[in-house]
């Protein structure tokens, strides 16, 4: 997703876990947030929501990435603004990410 991001002159920021992307968000408001919903320390529902809670959070576009069938569970899928399952399609996901990041 870097790599699609990057062409597509995106500056990129990059977390691993739940609690550097909060860091990370504290620090700049990115124009789009690319969450998987399966993070080493929690999930990008727990993550999605802290973003919700913060000044402007609810202003930042969520994607979500999922291998959880063709849907987000039902409680999740408000949070987001979007998700897309795995294996992604490169063009779709581009568009989808381009869209919300320039909404």
Known sequence: MTTILSSL??????ARRGAQA???VRF???PLIVCDMKLPDGTGIEFVRWL???PRGNRIPSLAITAWGDHLPPHAASDFDAYMRKL????????VAVALAYR
């Open 88 to 95: 992604l399609k490169l063009e779709r996901f581009s568009a």
């Open 22 to 24: 909060e860091h990370e």
């Open 28 to 30: 700049c408001r990115p």
């Open 9 to 14: 002159n995106a500056h990129v920021l990059t």
């Open 52 to 54: 919700r809670t913060q």
